[in-house]
């Protein structure tokens, strides 16, 4: 199957700005897509980049994350049919805080650490009117969209570190990144015309969930291909570390404790899939769990924990498994890619 012949093509999925995001390998993982099969789930989605690829390909597609932030993206541009920002809806969002007593979380955690203060009271206001827009798709186009914006403003393109004014202050960064010093809402509008360029409908019930896996694998029926791209050990796999700010938008926590310098939010959320100690026996249950699943395509790569060996060793009670390899010529941040390396995908079939 040629992934240029479909008919949705002309749709663009906006870049991510994502550690491991697989948007780079679509055309590589869509080969191995049969083309008989209609409906899709991807269970750990990230960035959204694959499963919106499987909405370009016609199919009806079940993506999944355990963040909301993701979640929102998936809500926004896999599950969504039609519904775009217009003038009216920027109009609600950049109008002034409807609740300044509720909505203050970001000025009060993130100003002089992420933002300057401005810009951190412009986050809490627009977040106060989201919920006044008058569609659940439009709210998360909105939080998504603001979620990119953020990303942008930060050198690294996340926030596991403390040092974004720092480097926002700095000519040489500047020269390379400009938005370091633009204004979000400047950033926000000029993203928003791609995001909304992206909305489209492949005519299939495409559903965005936000759960662990591990729950929501016994809970689905009639699915005919899972792909599992789940956080590799060893290489940058707690993303709530890396991406607790924008959850921390997207949920507003009042009732969290913020923590390390950073101020991530604690407990985290179990994700069971981002400590040796706990992957391997998770992986397992995954397998387990996705039995059901005719065909299964899964994401890795040669320098994660547990091994290839392992994880061929894990599958094998269920499925036929052929190993796929993609050489990484250069690093590109995230989920093992340096220079070097390879990615891996095991093409899992029925015996």
Same mark, same amino acid.
């Given at each position: ?8 093509? @002309? ?15 679509? @055309? ?41 932030? =993701? ?8 599950? =969504? ?16 805080? $409807? ?24 986050? +809490? ?23 990119? $914006? ?54 299939? &019930? =495409?559903? %965005? ?19 599992? +791209? ?10 709530? %570390? ?13 009732? &969290?404790?913020?923590? =390390? ?12 899939? +981002? ?23 899964? $994401?890795?790569? +040669?320098? $994660? ?16 498994? &052929? ?16 220079? @070097? ?11």
């Amino acid at each position: 199957m040629l992934f240029t012949e479909t008919k949705y093509l @002309g749709y663009k999925f906006p870049e991510p700005q994502y550690l491991g995001a697989k948007y780079i390998h679509r @055309g590589w993982i869509a080969q191995y897509i049969p083309d008989n099969v209609e409906t899709v789930l991807d269970a750990f989605s990230g960035s959204q980049s694959i499963a919106y690829m499987f909405k370009q390909l016609g199919k009806r597609v079940l993506t999944n994350d355990f963040l909301s932030f =993701n979640n929102m993206i998936g809500k926004a541009l896999v599950e =969504n049919p039609r519904y775009i920002l217009e003038k009216k809806d920027l109009e609600i969002l950049f109008s002034g805080n $409807s609740n300044p007593i509720e909505f203050n979380l970001m000025e009060n955690l993130f100003s002089g650490l992420f933002f300057l203060p401005e810009e951190a009271a412009f986050v +809490d206001s627009f977040r106060s009117n989201v919920m006044r827009l008058d569609n659940s798709y439009k709210q998360a186009l909105a939080l998504a969209v603001m979620c990119r $914006s953020m990303t942008r403003k930060v050198t690294m393109g996340h926030f596991a570190h403390t040092q974004a004014l720092a480097y926002a202050a700095d000519p040489v960064r500047i020269k390379r990144n400009r938005s370091l010093i633009r204004p979000l809402k400047e950033i926000f509008i000029e993203l928003l015309s791609e995001y909304n360029a992206a909305v489209f409908d492949n005519f299939q &019930k =495409n559903v %965005s969930y936000n759960k662990n896996i591990l729950d929501l694998l016994p809970q689905l029926t009639d699915v005919d291909l899972v792909y599992f +791209d789940p956080p590799y050990c060893n290489s940058h796999a707690d993303y709530q %570390s890396f991406y607790h700010l924008l959850e921390t938008f997207v949920e507003y926590w009042k009732n &969290k404790e913020f923590v =390390n310098g950073t101020k991530r939010y604690a407990p985290k959320k179990y994700s069971g899939f +981002d400590k040796n100690s706990e992957a391997l026996g998770n992986l397992q249950l995954m397998f387990e769990r996705a039995a059901h699943i005719p065909i299964w395509i899964v $994401s890795y790569n +040669d320098r $994660s924990f547990p091994d290839i060996d392992t994880m061929i060793k894990m599958i094998e009670p269920y499925r036929h498994v &052929k190993v796929e390899r993609k050489l990484y010529n250069a690093g590109r941040g995230g989920k093992g890619s340096v220079a @070097g390396s390879h990615e891996i995908l095991f093409v899992c079939t029925t015996k």
